[in-house]
């Protein structure tokens, strides 16, 4: 199994926090996903965010869900490549107060699209 769920746990930024790892093709190489259940998170408009950017530093292999879901939220994402840190996503502050989660969310009624969408609907 590529998805392996350590004992590992730490604190950041004041929460608790468990390493979930997505293993490489060799040893020194994995992606650690520091989860907190402490925090839920309806991901709407951040989907896209979540995506470029998975796109960009991730393996397109890589289980999306596993960060994206409304039962934890990952404060740290750390991706290590020849034993060594080769890139990190990492979650500076927590502000949960007074927070306009609608301008996050997408009602059912709505669909994020992206540009390429648009175009091509744009010619049919």
Partial sequence: NRIIETDNTKQHLGYDVTEVRLLGESVDQ????????????MWGIMTNVWNRAGNRFLDPEFPIELVMNSNSFPLLVEVIDKGRLAAKFESVSVETGNFDRSVLELSD????????EVMMNMFR
């Fill in 30 to 41: 994995y992606v650690s996903i520091w989860l907190t259940q402490d925090i839920k998170m």
């Fill in 109 to 116: 009624q709505k669909r994020l699209v992206n540009i390429t």
